[in-house]
Nanobody
């Protein structure tokens, strides 16, 4: 059974940092693409960042470029999202997602929620002003 378990959310002041972790279980992540998504109350789920485990291709939403960094650790079966210079508008539930996305489609589909079949339960990030 594929499992994605997020952690690392919390309450932080504007300008602060958090690192989200997504631990992977029940499958070999080496052929997968992974995405971080977020959903604020009353808003649609949006893609934040994505990465291909195959070749390290990364994608970022314009709203987080230069502030967020996605990374992986195959040995630990984990995907991370380092979030710096956080803003109140980053407040949302953050989700980790996985699917068999090849590197060539990451730019087009990496930030698209419907491209992913496997999802974690989410972790809350709250940024106070």
């Amino acid at each position: 059974e594929v499992q994605l378990v997020e952690s690392g959310g919390g309450l932080v002041q504007a300008g602060g940092s958090l690192r989200l972790s997504c631990l992977l279980d029940g499958f070999n992540p080496e052929r997968y693409g992974f995405g971080w998504f977020r959903q604020a109350p009353g808003k649609e789920r949006e893609g934040v960042s994505a990465i291909s485990m195959r070749d390290g291709t990364t994608v970022y939403a314009d709203s987080v470029k230069g502030r967020f960094t996605i990374s992986t650790d195959i040995a630990k079966s984990a995907v991370y999202l380092q979030m710096n210079s956080l803003k109140p508008e980053d407040t949302a539930v953050y989700y980790c997602a996985a699917d068999l996305l090849v590197p060539s489609v990451m730019a087009e589909l990496g930030l698209t929620p419907t491209a992913y079949d496997e999802w974690g339960q989410g972790t809350q990030v709250t940024v106070s002003s």
